[in-house]
């Protein structure tokens, strides 16, 4: 991640519903994002063969479980290529952060990503309420073993 990745992040827009992941909603994770101390270490930009930004990862280790964040560029978004671009940043993880299980949260509305999140091996272990941009929403906390050879 650099100062120019992270700043191009955070001026991303989604279509409604899902406006709720624009770091401009949230000024806590809008200064997270824009904090260069996480930039290579929480914060990663996903780059395209020709070094275009097209994502960014996030990975926070706790115990045994890397707890990962993600998103795609908005125009890539509904085009089918979640899985991939999920299972490229599960292999990057995986390379760097050893972990025994990966976690991540998403909001319940969030049909599209749940679907994709489960053909990657995720599995709800619960859900749980969180004030974020501005209001109360409802997540759903997803884990995956690693898978070790």
């Known amino acids: ?21 624009d770091f401009a909603s949230d000024p806590d994770d809008l ?8 930039w290579g270490e929480t914060y990663f930009a996903a780059t395209d063969e ?3 930004l097209v994502g960014y990862w996030q990975v ?7 707890e990962i964040g993600l998103g795609l560029r908005p125009d890539l978004t ?10 490229a940043g599960l292999a990057f ?8 299980q990966l976690s991540l949260a998403v909001a319940v509305f969030n049909e599209r990503a749940i679907r994709v ?12 309420w969180q004030a974020t941009n501005g209001g ?8 995956r073993a690693v898978e070790t050879d």
């Open 93 to 100: 993880t995986s390379a760097r952060r050893p972990a025994k």
């Open 117 to 128: 999140y489960q053909r990657a091996g995720f599995q709800a272990t619960g859900r749980y």
């Open 50 to 52: 020709a070094g275009g």
């Open 78 to 87: 509904g085009r089918g290529l979640g899985l991939s671009f999920l299972q």
């Open 31 to 38: 200064a997270e994002l824009l904090d260069p101390a996480g």
């Open 1 to 21: 991640m650099t100062e120019p990745d992270a700043r191009a992040i955070a001026t991303w827009h989604y279509a409604a519903p899902y406006t709720f992941y």
């Open 60 to 66: 926070r280790t706790q115990g045994e479980t890397a």
């Open 136 to 143: 109360r929403y409802e997540f759903i906390r997803m884990i």
